[in-house]
T-cell receptor, first 112, second 116 residues
Framework: GQQLNQSPQSMFIQEGEDVSMNCTSS?????WLWYKQDPGEGPVLLIA?????ELTSNGRLTAQFGITRKDSFLNISASIPSDVGIYFC????????????FGEGTQLTVNP | GAGVSQSPRYKVAKRGQDVALRCDPI?????LFWYQQALGQGPEFLTY????????KSGLPSDRFFAERPEGSVSTLKIQRTQQEDSAVYLC??????????????FGSGTRLTVV
């Protein structure tokens, strides 16, 4: 099935460093979402973006909805060990009832 | 309950066996989704219900997959004659209808199916 192109696939960083990951698509989306998934758990929503060009923050996390509606990025500032996990972007075309299309994920490892 | 509950958490099936996976959504959530997540991949859409109506089943990979939600709450995903390629984590998500800019999608912890 269709998936978004998410990069990088994995990152190994030191505690305190900033992290950036992005997601691109050949199709436009009307909503972009960023999720974090811990082992053995379902994805948990971090940030939702609803408008092209929108820049939204949630604590140390900042995400932007690309102006073309075909891309998004997520930044994590001053990483901490509990940031370890897999980060997924997801796009949604419509509103009610529309499926989410997910990226392949970015595995983040933070060394203390 | 407070979250989306899925059972069983783990299921090992012999090839050819039928399995049934259960999802208890958040009370009052009218929308329910099933996703399949293969190892090392992002979740992929399977099917969507609004109350008891299955409005989109285009993601079901074959006619061996069947989902139902007869009373508009609990949903069951059934896989007949399981094959090794069915091995994956099956995630259920429920959603309250958007209110303003609130999104409201909540995933369960999933059922890890291993077909041997």
């Amino acid at each position: 099935g269709q998936q978004l192109n998410q990069s990088p696939q994995s990152m190994f960083i030191q505690e305190g460093e900033d992290v950036s990951m992005n997601c691109t698509s050949s199709s436009i989306f009307n909503t972009w979402l960023w999720y974090k998934q811990d082992p053995g758990e379902g994805p948990v929503l971090l940030i939702a973006l609803y408008k092209a060009g929108e820049l939204t923050s949630n604590g140390r996390l900042t995400a932007q909805f690309g102006i073309t509606r075909k891309d998004s990025f997520l930044n994590i500032s001053a990483s901490i060990p509990s940031d370890v996990g897999i980060y997924f972007c997801a796009g949604q075309l419509g509103t009610s009832g529309s499926r989410l299309t997910f990226g392949e994920g970015t595995q983040l490892t933070v060394n203390p | 309950g407070a979250g989306v509950s899925q059972s069983p958490r783990y299921k090992v099936a012999k090839r050819g066996q039928d399995v049934a996976l259960r999802c208890d959504p958040i009370s009052g959530h009218v929308s329910l989704f099933w996703y399949q997540q293969a190892l090392g991949q992002g979740p992929e859409f399977l099917t969507y219900f609004q109350n008891e109506a299955q409005l989109d089943k285009s993601g079901l990979p074959s006619d061996r997959f069947f989902a139902e939600r007869p009373e508009g709450s609990v949903s069951t995903l059934k896989i007949q004659r399981t094959q090794q390629e069915d091995s994956a984590v099956y995630l259920c998500a429920s959603r309250r209808e958007p209110v303003g800019r609130k999104y409201g999608y909540t995933f369960g912890s999933g059922t890890r199916l291993t077909v041997v």
